[in-house]
């Protein structure tokens, strides 16, 4: 579903998404935010906190995404891919994180020469870079090495729950009928759960099923497309999470609800007004399309670089509020920059890798490459 992946709604998504993560980490962690403040209180305010919903939106569009990767109209894998499966979502995900992991420790090293400050992480014990190779970090309590990679680990759970799933249904159910039209209900379930029960306690928040709500909503949206069972399914799981904010509000699953209405709504519209694709994209749209593209490499490499420049101006540049305003600015482009660079030079080389290793008979069955929702 190439096409789906590359509606300009979805860019947009989630280049705003990446860009206000930056921001947000750039207004929580570091001295030069508390400097800046002076200057727009109410804006760094609402960076460092409230922003930080804009999760919800790598969590609808990665389940939105996962669900027409992995189950378009109903296709499911088998369990004999089910290992295959999660184990190249693994590959994807971590190898690009161990490398943007090593600049974050080169980095730390390099802030703790020229500030102390509680954002900058301490060395690394072995244990501790092997528990976020494996995306373990959260689950066995270690610190995190770089901001915001909690949320890796739980992607890669969450898919990993999506193609047991299906490989459960394939199992099950030999016809594919049977399956277009149970396979909603067990999401519908899940989400039901976690905006029930598992969302309302934040002691889970280390593993998938907190975040099942808002993931599952959009593996659903995704689903009505074109399916009328999942259609229904769809409306009943977004009334269950409506129902759950009536019994305790969550402005993060109100948001979410919102954002998987809106993917399912915008196609509903370019379906109903037969939209085709541009066949010449403006210059906007092909800037987009590049942002979104590297957006998981900016999510990566963005604490590294926020880190030495908070060091820097904090070490050589007086603590004036414009000055420091600069280094922000100077760091939030650095993070867009960087992002570049990784994506180039690290990100897609090991993408390519993984494809040729995969077309080289490592991966079991036909599968279509889904985007990572960092």
């Known amino acids: 579903m190439r096409s789906a992946q590359r509606l300009p709604l979805i860019d947009l998504l989630k280049v705003v998404a990446s860009q206000l993560i930056v921001l947000h980490h750039l207004a929580r962690y570091g001295p030069m935010a508390d400097h800046v403040a002076p200057l727009m209180p109410q804006v760094v305010d609402w960076l460092a906190d409230p922003a930080r919903m804009v999760v919800q939106v790598f969590l609808v569009v990665g389940g939105y995404l996962a669900a027409l990767s992995l189950a378009p109209d109903g296709r499911v894998c088998t369990l004999a891919e089910a290992r295959s499966r999660v184990f190249e979502r693994y590959l994807r995900l971590a190898l690009p994180l161990a490398l943007a992991l090593l600049l974050a420790i080169v980095a730390a090293a390099v802030a703790r020469h020229w500030m102390e400050h509680p954002s900058v992480p301490l060395s690394p014990s072995p244990m501790q870079f092997v528990a976020h190779l494996l995306l373990l970090q959260d689950v066995i309590g270690e610190e995190a090495l770089s901001a915001g990679i909690w949320y890796v680990a739980i992607d890669l759970q969450l898919y990993a729950a999506l193609v047991i799933w299906l490989a459960l249904m394939a199992s099950l159910l030999k016809n594919s009928e049977k399956i277009r039209g149970v396979l909603p209900w067990g999401v519908v379930l899940a989400v039901t759960w976690s905006a029930w029960c598992v969302n309302r306690d934040s002691t889970w928040d280390a593993f998938a099923p907190y975040f099942f709500a808002a993931y599952g909503l959009g593996v659903l949206a995704a689903w009505a497309r074109a399916n009328p069972a999942a259609l229904v399914a769809f409306a009943l799981a977004l009334l269950s999470v409506m129902a759950s904010l009536w019994l305790e509000w969550r402005g993060r699953l109100a948001l979410a609800s919102a954002l998987a209405v809106l993917l399912w709504f915008a196609h509903e519209i370019r379906e109903r007004l ?101």
Request: proline letters at 6%.
């Open 274 to 374: 037969q939209v085709s694709p541009f066949s010449s994209r403006p210059s906007g749209l092909d800037a987009l399309r590049y942002l979104a593209r590297i957006s998981y490499a900016t999510f990566l490499v963005h604490f590294p670089v926020c880190l030495v420049v908070n060091a820097a101006f904090t070490a050589f540049v007086p603590p004036q509020a414009w000055l420091q305003a600069a280094g922000v600015l100077l760091a939030w482009g650095g993070s867009i920059a960087a992002g570049a660079l990784f994506h180039h030079f690290a990100e897609a080389p090991l993408m390519r890798l993984i494809t040729r290793c995969k077309a080289a008979g490592w991966s079991v069955g036909r599968q279509q490459q889904g985007a990572v929702s960092g």
